[in-house]
Antibody
Framework: EVQLVESGGGLIQPGGSVRLSCAASGFTVSSNHMSWVRQAPGKGLEWVSV???????YYADSVRGRFTISSDSSRNALYLQMNSLRAEDTAVYYC???????????WGQGTLVTVSS | IVMTQSPATLSVSPGERVTLSCRAS??????LAWYQQTPGQAPRLLIYGVSTRATGIPARFSGSGSGTEFTLTISSLQSEDFAVYYCQQYNYWWTFGQGTKVEIK
């Protein structure tokens, strides 16, 4: 069974940093395209970043230069390093399997990041 | 690519047939998916490739359309179907519609 479990969210001050983790089971992260999708409180879904099986990474304009996606094959995990956080980054962040020409077929339960002083 | 869903909210009774619309600002070929999100839960993939149901999705859910106009139909609404539905294109990067909330009438 495919399972994704995020962790690492919390209350962060503006300008601060946090690293989100996503532990995967039931499949191999490094052999799949993996994405982060976020949802601001009461709002819709926004794609944030993708890492392809070959290692290439891409970002939404709103986070490029501030966020970094990575994966660790030994831990079968996905990460999102978030720097220079802003209030508008406040959202539930979901780890998903999918990208390129594929839909997002599996989602974690999400982790809430709140950026506030 | 901008995805526009209509209506924003749909009030329906259990057992009714429901049709949700999604329009893309340019052609997305067949790279169109639908997701269901219930309160406090993560989105769940319902339909991909315009009309292919994801694993475990009941047959009452169906998708259709092509190019820029797409539809999700629920043939007979069940209590567990009251949720927010999002369309998504994955033809050029990934963008979602703003969602349609299906609520109890």
């Amino acid at each position: 069974e495919v399972q994704l479990v995020e962790s690492g969210g919390g209350l962060i001050q503006p300008g601060g940093s946090v690293r989100l983790s996503c532990a995967a089971s039931g499949f191999t992260v490094s052999s799949n395209h993996m994405s982060w999708v976020r949802q601001a409180p009461g709002k819709g879904l926004e794609w944030v970043s993708v890492i392809y099986g070959g290692g290439s990474a891409y970002y939404a304009d709103s986070v490029r230069g501030r966020f970094t996606i990575s994966s660790d094959s030994s831990r079968n995990a996905l990460y999102l390093q978030m720097n220079s956080l802003r209030a508008e980054d406040t959202a539930v962040y979901y780890c998903t399997r999918g990208g390129s020409d594929q839909p997002f077929d599996s989602w974690g339960q999400g982790t809430l990041v709140t950026v506030s002083s | 690519i901008v995805m526009t869903q209509s209506p924003a909210t749909l009030s329906v009774s259990p057992g009714e047939r429901v049709t949700l619309s999604c329009r893309a600002s340019q052609s997305v070929s067949t790279n169109l998916a639908w997701y269901q999100q219930t309160p406090g839960q993560a989105p769940r993939l319902l339909i991909y490739g315009v009309s292919t149901r994801a694993t475990g999705i009941p047959a009452r859910f169906s998708g259709s359309g092509s190019g820029t106009e797409f539809t999700l139909t629920i043939s007979s609404l069940q209590s567990e179907d009251f949720a927010v539905y999002y369309c998504q294109q994955y033809n050029y990067w990934w963008t979602f519609g703003q969602g349609t909330k299906v609520e109890i009438k």
